[in-house]
């Protein structure tokens, strides 16, 4: 599928980052190569194979559901970049 | 002084053992080597005074008072890739995004050296969240190498390599995705060993592509890697992916001989771009392992030449999805002006991602979109089974492979980041292992033509970190260059 700026713009807004144009026209170039590059999987005949998306055979973990203090509220409010008593603040986001 | 540096992570060990050197000594020992040397190479972005010294004298009183007497690295100091995190102590993934982000805790192979009494000195240099195989995408600046300092180090743990090979660090932990350990091993000239997936907690790593991320260890010799390995390794609850095996005495295959070891060696391995002196390094250790009663072979791998195309796309993927965490919200930077919310997400992550970050982000997300799913992101699952399973075929016929880490050795600086496909080219041998989950460590088997040190990569089975162990501490005891072929 050929990369158009159109899907620039779409992938930059599901990333949620803002481009310059000199980045998209870089990104636009790059991404032409990189398809180019993995397209020769398509070489390669997967039609019976699984898709792997771990090698080692997970299985669900479970444990005991027990109360423990991991660590504590303020010091993990302390890298917040601005809180509020003791809550992160975020602008308002309701109307 | 130059002197202490120079040892190893378990001479040094032994040393403060028999109560000749004191930890501090040591410390302090370290801490002047890293005052002289870091204006050339810059390899640590936090070094930690005031804290190592503090630890020193910690360890020693317990060391004074009988205690960790089966720890041989107690009192050593050790660098801390900077996407480790370490409670109370910076740790920025080399990213603007996390530049004053100071953790609540430790990851638990922080927790683990802490209890073997190892000193951790600072916090290396590295690519931005990993991304890179030269260090330069680190926001803190390139990290040079200490054989050529016109040179990367390689990436992405650079600063990791680059303390081990300039002798400010006496062993570093660092993390490996695609090569990221050994890649800049071999380009410095020391051991990188990069464990099975699931062997060593990634609680408190901080995430690029999960399903590959897997810490391990770098040293100046393989008894160095295989002790600290020990002591970082085991089952964690913290980490759902984690392993509840129990073998991890590393230390045991540090023993002679290799009489009837099987060593693959993939054909595939010639035609990747290799150059001919690298070629005549990989030929010669061929003839040493065979002088030392190895059988070797050379067979076809089916679907190899495909594992960099299926990396790409699942490193990308996951990272996006990894990466979405930057809101500028619970922690990490915020952008100083917005509007509402969104503007705030957008703003932030804008501002405070370098170039490498954003496009990985943006192409994981395009093949993880409706479009492309199917027939990229797929794909390269697919891709990733047929791989795992070549390399099941190649361990019913050997039991460790062997080829080189890297096709050339260390490009020069700022040649790299212009062509991303020429810069991921560097890890053509190693991002199949990640893809696999398997086991392993690059060596130092010669210096080229222009003095820089070539690697040579040894892979084992899922959980075979004993065999390669055993092959690589025999080929190091057969007289093979170690890390302090250069001044330090």
Same mark, same amino acid.
């Given at each position: 599928?050929?990369?158009?700026?159109?899907?620039?713009?779409?992938?930059?807004?599901?990333?949620?980052?803002?481009?310059? %144009?000199?980045?998209?026209?870089?990104?636009? =170039?790059? @991404?032409?190569? @990189?398809?180019?590059?993995?397209?020769?999987?398509? %070489?390669?005949?997967?039609?019976?194979? =699984?898709?792997?998306?771990?090698?080692?055979?997970?299985?669900?973990? @479970?444990?005991?559901?027990?109360?423990?203090?991991?660590? %504590?509220?303020?010091?993990?409010?302390?890298?917040?970049? =601005?809180?509020?008593?003791?809550?992160?603040?975020?602008?308002?986001?309701? =109307? | 002084?130059?002197?202490?540096?120079? $040892?190893?992570?378990?001479?040094?060990?032994?040393?403060?053992?028999?109560?000749?050197?004191?930890?501090?000594?040591?410390?302090?020992?370290?801490?002047?080597?890293?005052?002289?040397?870091?204006?050339?190479?810059?390899?640590?972005?936090?070094?930690?005074?005031?804290?190592?010294?503090?630890?020193?004298?910690?360890?020693?009183?317990?060391?004074?008072?009988?205690?960790?007497?089966?720890?041989?690295?107690?009192?050593?100091?050790?660098?801390?890739?900077?996407?480790?995190?370490?409670?109370?102590?910076?740790?920025?993934?080399?990213?603007?995004?996390?530049?004053?982000?100071? &953790?609540?805790?430790?990851?638990?192979?922080?927790?683990?050296?802490?209890?073997?009494?190892?000193?951790?000195?600072?916090?290396?240099? $590295?690519?931005?969240?990993? $991304?890179?195989?030269?260090?330069?995408?680190?926001?803190?600046?390139?990290?040079?190498?200490?054989?050529?300092?016109?040179?990367?180090?390689?990436?992405?743990?650079?600063?990791?390599?680059?303390?081990?090979?300039?002798?400010? !660090?006496?062993?570093?932990?660092?993390?490996?995705?695609?090569?990221?350990?050994?890649?800049?091993?071999?380009?410095?000239?020391?051991?990188?060993?990069?464990?099975?997936?699931?062997?060593?907690?990634?609680?408190?790593?901080?995430?690029?592509?999960?399903?590959?991320?897997?810490?391990?260890?770098?040293?100046?010799?393989?008894?160095?890697?295989?002790?600290?390995?020990?002591?970082?390794?085991?089952?964690?609850?913290?980490?759902?992916?984690?392993?509840?095996?129990?073998? *991890?005495?590393?230390?045991?295959?540090?023993?002679?001989?290799?009489?009837?070891?099987?060593?693959?060696? &993939?054909?595939?391995?010639?035609?990747?771009?290799?150059? &001919?002196?690298?070629?005549?390094?990989?030929?010669?250790?061929?003839?040493?392992?065979?002088?030392?009663?190895?059988?070797?072979?050379?067979?076809?791998?089916?679907?190899?030449?495909?594992?960099?195309?299926?990396?790409?796309?699942? !490193?990308?993927?996951?990272?996006?999805?990894?990466?979405?965490?930057?809101?500028?919200?619970?922690?990490?930077?915020?952008?100083?002006?917005?509007?509402?919310?969104?503007?705030?997400?957008?703003?932030?992550?804008?501002?405070?991602?370098?170039?490498?970050?954003?496009?990985?982000?943006?192409?994981?997300?395009?093949?993880?979109?409706?479009?492309?799913?199917?027939?990229?992101?797929?794909?390269?699952?697919?891709?990733?089974?047929?791989?795992?399973?070549? *390399?099941?075929?190649?361990?019913?016929?050997?039991?460790?492979?062997?080829?080189?880490?890297?096709?050339?050795?260390?490009?020069?600086?700022?040649?790299?980041?212009?062509?991303?496909?020429?810069?991921?080219?560097?890890?053509?041998?190693?991002?199949?292992?990640?893809?696999?989950?398997?086991?392993?460590?690059?060596?130092?088997?010669?210096?080229?033509?222009?003095?820089?040190?070539?690697?040579?990569?040894?892979?084992?089975?899922?959980?075979?970190?004993?065999?390669?162990?055993?092959?690589?501490?025999?080929?190091?005891?057969?007289?093979?260059?170690?890390?302090?072929?250069?001044? *330090?």
């Amino acid at each position: 599928m050929e990369i158009t700026e159109e899907i620039i713009h779409k992938v930059a807004e599901l990333s949620k980052l803002r481009l310059t %144009d000199k980045e998209k026209d870089k990104l636009l =170039e790059s @991404f032409h190569g @990189f398809l180019n590059y993995v397209q020769t999987m398509n %070489d390669l005949d997967t039609k019976d194979v =699984e898709p792997m998306t771990h090698v080692l055979p997970l299985k669900n973990v @479970f444990r005991e559901d027990r109360v423990c203090q991991e660590t %504590d509220r303020e010091s993990v409010l302390k890298n917040a970049p =601005e809180k509020k008593d003791r809550y992160f603040a975020v602008p308002k986001t309701v =109307e | 002084m130059k002197e202490i540096t120079k $040892m190893t992570a378990l001479a040094l060990g032994q040393m403060i053992k028999k109560k000749e050197i004191k930890v501090f000594e040591a410390v302090l020992a370290q801490l002047e080597a890293i005052k002289q040397r870091e204006p050339s190479y810059h390899c640590y972005i936090t070094v930690l005074e005031e804290e190592a010294l503090q630890m020193a004298k910690k360890v020693q009183e317990q060391i004074d008072a009988g205690l960790l007497e089966d720890s041989p690295l107690a009192g050593v100091p050790v660098a801390i890739k900077d996407n480790i995190c370490t409670k109370g102590i910076k740790t920025t993934c080399a990213s603007k995004m996390l530049a004053d982000y100071v &953790p609540s805790y430790d990851a638990t192979v922080i927790e683990r050296l802490k209890a073997g009494g190892a000193i951790i000195i600072g916090k290396s240099n $590295m690519d931005e969240f990993s $991304m890179g195989s030269t260090t330069e995408t680190s926001y803190y600046g390139a990290t040079k190498n200490p054989w050529d300092k016109e040179r990367v180090p390689g990436g992405s743990s650079g600063g990791s390599a680059a303390a081990v090979a300039a002798g400010e !660090a006496f062993f570093a932990l660092a993390s490996d995705t695609g090569g990221s350990i050994r890649q800049p091993a071999a380009y410095c000239g020391v051991i990188g060993l990069k464990p099975t997936y699931g062997t060593v907690s990634r609680y408190g790593l901080i995430a690029y592509a999960s399903s590959l991320d897997q810490i391990g260890t770098m040293g100046k010799s393989v008894s160095d890697c295989a002790s600290s390995l020990e002591l970082i390794s085991g089952y964690d609850p913290k980490d759902s992916t984690s392993i509840k095996e129990s073998h *991890f005495q590393y230390r045991d295959a540090l023993v002679e001989g290799l009489k009837g070891m099987k060593i693959g060696v &993939p054909k595939g391995i010639w035609k990747a771009g290799l150059d &001919p002196e690298n070629a005549h390094a990989i030929q010669e250790a061929i003839g040493l392992f065979r002088n030392m009663g190895a059988h070797i072979e050379e067979f076809e791998m089916e679907s190899m030449e495909y594992a960099g195309p299926s990396y790409n796309i699942i !490193a990308c993927a996951e990272a996006s999805s990894n990466l979405s965490r930057y809101d500028g919200v619970k922690y990490g930077f915020r952008s100083m002006e917005y509007e509402d919310l969104e503007d705030l997400y957008i703003k932030t992550r804008s501002e405070a991602f370098g170039e490498e970050v954003k496009r990985r982000i943006m192409l994981g997300t395009l093949v993880l979109s409706s479009d492309y799913y199917e027939s990229y992101y797929k794909k390269a699952l697919k891709v990733r089974s047929l791989i795992n399973r070549s *390399f099941q075929k190649a361990f019913e016929k050997c039991d460790i492979l062997l080829t080189p880490t890297t096709p050339t050795t260390a490009p020069k600086l700022g040649t790299s980041l212009s062509d991303p496909l020429k810069m991921y080219h560097t890890d053509t041998y190693n991002v199949a292992i990640n893809l696999a989950g398997l086991p392993a460590l690059s060596i130092p088997c010669g210096l080229d033509s222009k003095g820089l040190p070539m690697g040579l990569q040894l892979i084992g089975k899922h959980f075979g970190e004993k065999d390669i162990i055993r092959a690589a501490y025999n080929f190091e005891q057969s007289g093979s260059l170690v890390s302090n072929g250069n001044e *330090f």
